[in-house]
């Protein structure tokens, strides 16, 4: 199957801009969906498909992608941001329907 | 409201089996294929399995590939993984997630059910 490597920690000044990679051959076929997972919670969606953010996620988030790489970018990093982020995608090769990258821990400093 | 349920967790010992169910509700459910997703302790996300809307496609990580068994019941909005020959590296909080139709992401989640494998 394939893989997706993160980043395991990076760290934004509050108020910054911070950016957050995932890269994987399976990005170069589909888009990446990514989620922010906070302490003792379930994962929620934030930003899936070329660029798109479910209902109720701020527009602080956004996302983009360019050959094997997707990112995810935080314009104006609130202090509520700081969690585990994971990108996923569908996976182009044998019959895994999915595969995730092994998550990015962003600090809002 | 989309709602998804998981139960069936528990404590079990190394080589035995535990099935684990998801409730769904809030969406017709018999539209979208389901997932189920793991996060052992302190360890990051972890694809599982996967059943399309039929049943007719169904996918499985290598590290549980001739142990797990997906299913579902249209008629009861319910997902179901049969967990044989467990292993103490399949300790994890288990998560159901529906796929949506859009790109495939993994819109709505469930809080979890938690499975440890011990002796």
């Known amino acids: 199957s394939s893989e997706l490597t993160q980043d395991p920690a990076v760290s934004v000044a509050l108020g910054q801009t911070v950016r957050i990679t995932c890269q994987g051959d399976?990005?170069?076929?589909?888009?990446a969906s990514w989620y922010q997972q906070k302490p003792g919670q379930a994962p929620v969606l934030v930003i899936y498909?070329?660029?798109n953010r479910p209902s109720g996620i701020p527009d602080r988030f956004s996302g983009s992608s360019s050959g094997n790489t997707a990112s995810l970018t935080i314009t104006g990093a609130q202090a509520e941001d700081e969690a585990d982020y994971y990108c996923?995608?569908?996976?182009?090769?044998?019959?895994?329907?999915?595969?995730f990258g092994g998550g990015t821990k962003l600090t809002v400093l | 409201e989309v709602q998804l349920v998981e139960s069936g967790g528990g404590l079990v010992q190394p080589g035995r089996s535990l099935r684990l169910s998801c409730a769904a509700s809030g969406f017709t459910f018999d539209d979208y294929a389901m997932h189920w997703v793991r996060q052992a302790p302190g360890k990051g996300l972890e694809w599982v399995s996967g059943?399309?809307?039929?049943?007719?496609?169904?996918g499985y990580a290598d590290s549980v590939k001739g142990r797990f068994t997906i299913s579902r019941d249209n008629a009861k909005n319910s997902l179901y993984l049969q967990m044989n020959s467990l292993r103490a590296e399949d300790t994890a909080l288990y998560y159901c997630?529906?796929?949506?139709?859009?790109?495939?992401?993994?819109?709505?989640w469930g809080q979890g059910t938690l499975v440890t494998v011990s002796s």
């Open positions: 997630a529906k796929e949506g139709l859009l790109n495939w992401p993994l819109d709505y």
């Open positions: 498909g070329k660029n």
């Open positions: 399976s990005l170069r076929s589909y888009y």
């Open positions: 996923n995608s569908r996976d182009s090769s044998g019959n895994h329907p999915q595969v």
């Open positions: 059943i399309s809307w039929n049943s007719g496609s169904i």
